[in-house]
């Protein structure tokens, strides 16, 4: 495919502008942009869940959704493919795969040129030294300096080839990429007509029907006692679970970015991982009392599985004196990291450099949900064992 390419891209570096060249998408994620998106997200997300599922029988497509596709993985044509235009949408694809080409060809220029700057140190080095054994009137020096001066123009000669060639597979990369761009600002402006057509083609969304096959032990009628206290440290923890639980649709998009970045822009960045590991910690620790209430924990069962509920009552009982403990300890001592670090504005050490205080302070936040959900469990346990029966959810 070089062969074909080569000469197009020798001649799109020869007509274009200097600055057609590939763009760079290397920048530092703004901290308020993290912490706004990690706060704001959810609710957004949120409210377009509710939103599709109150318009079940609607409409087969969205405008927003369209344009989210766009925005995200327009440069592959998902949006057309999205609103049953796929024609166009080959195209896309197409310069995607050039763009990928360019990159590759880019990348085996800068070993090359690597390896000439390596080989002209070397030779220019050589230079020096046989001068000075001319100099010396050395035997054989001045033929070595011969050598040395033949392997230092062709080094010179091989690493301005290579970076003449490199410039060229870049403007190549550059001229598809910003032609995408041109293609997608087109599309932007046609999307309203594109779903027009599309819903004359297929109005109504397909209705599926899945059905779920119940599995796993009988259920446990200590959960249908309740209290109001229980109700609402249930609706507590049901509603922080739900809302941490969109933080996983961010790590699709960062991850997504970080990998478009890195080898399609040649552009690694420095806060994608870090960012989506921290978020992640306080995901899980937040998560804990939801957890707890849906009985997700991991624990050991061989025995206490067989017993009967009354039996399992007594023995949670008995064992959330070290379910106390542990929580107490694990409230106190996060509640002083906590401390510690909002006192000095705790950052990382990476040259992200984001704030690290929120995420030690999810510590004794998540020890208060999981412990007042270990109440209410608590006081379920009691309640059956004094032969209170709640009445099952319909």
Not at 22 to 35: D, G, K, S
Not at 143 to 165: H, I, P, R, Y
């Amino acid at each position: 495919m070089s062969e074909i390419t080569a000469p197009i891209a020798q001649a799109l570096h020869a007509i274009l502008p200097s600055w057609v060249t590939l763009p760079n998408m290397t920048f530092a994620l703004p901290h308020v942009i993290y912490w706004g998106g990690i706060i704001g997200f959810p609710l957004v997300a949120a409210y377009l869940v509710h939103r599709a599922n109150a318009n079940k029988n609607g409409r087969s497509v969205s405008l927003l959704v369209g344009y989210m596709f766009l925005i995200s993985a327009g440069f592959l044509g998902l949006h057309r493919f999205y609103l049953k235009a796929p024609k166009l949408a080959f195209f896309f694809i197409a310069l995607f795969f050039l763009i990928l080409h360019g990159n590759v060809n880019g990348a085996i220029e800068r070993e090359v040129i690597s390896k000439s700057q390596n080989d002209l140190k070397i030779a220019s080095l050589d230079v020096s030294y046989y001068k000075k054994r001319v100099n010396q009137g050395r035997k054989g020096a001045q033929a070595n300096l011969d050598k040395a001066q033949a392997k230092l123009g062709t080094a010179s000669a091989e690493l301005a080839q290579a970076k003449l060639q490199r410039a060229r597979w870049n403007s190549f990369a550059g001229f598809c990429a910003y032609l995408i761009f041109v293609l997608l600002l087109v599309d932007a402006y046609l999307m309203p007509r594109l779903l027009r057509r599309c819903l004359e083609r297929e109005p109504v969304a397909a209705q599926k029907e899945f059905h779920v096959m119940e599995r796993g032990p009988k259920p446990d009628p200590r959960r249908d006692i309740q209290t109001p206290f229980t109700k609402f440290i249930d609706k507590i923890n049901g509603l922080v679970g739900t809302y941490i639980a969109y933080w996983a649709v961010i790590a699709v998009f960062i991850y997504y970015y970080e990998v478009l970045a890195r080898y399609v822009f040649n552009s690694p960045t420095n806060w994608a991982h870090e960012g989506m590991f921290l978020m992640f910690g306080m995901q899980y620790l937040l998560a804990g009392g939801y957890a707890y209430r849906e009985e997700s924990h991991v624990r050991v069962d061989v025995l206490y599985e067989k017993r009967s509920f009354r039996t399992k009552a007594i023995i949670d009982i008995i064992t959330s004196v070290f379910f106390f403990i542990f929580v107490l300890t694990l409230f106190g001592t996060g509640l002083l990291f906590a401390m510690d670090a909002i006192e000095v504005q705790e950052t990382t050490l990476n040259e992200w450099g984001i704030q690290y205080w929120p995420v030690k302070l999810a510590i004794p936040v998540g020890a208060i949900l999981l412990l007042l959900q270990g109440i209410a469990k608590l006081i379920r346990d009691i309640l059956y064992l004094r032969g209170v029966r709640g009445v099952p959810e319909s």
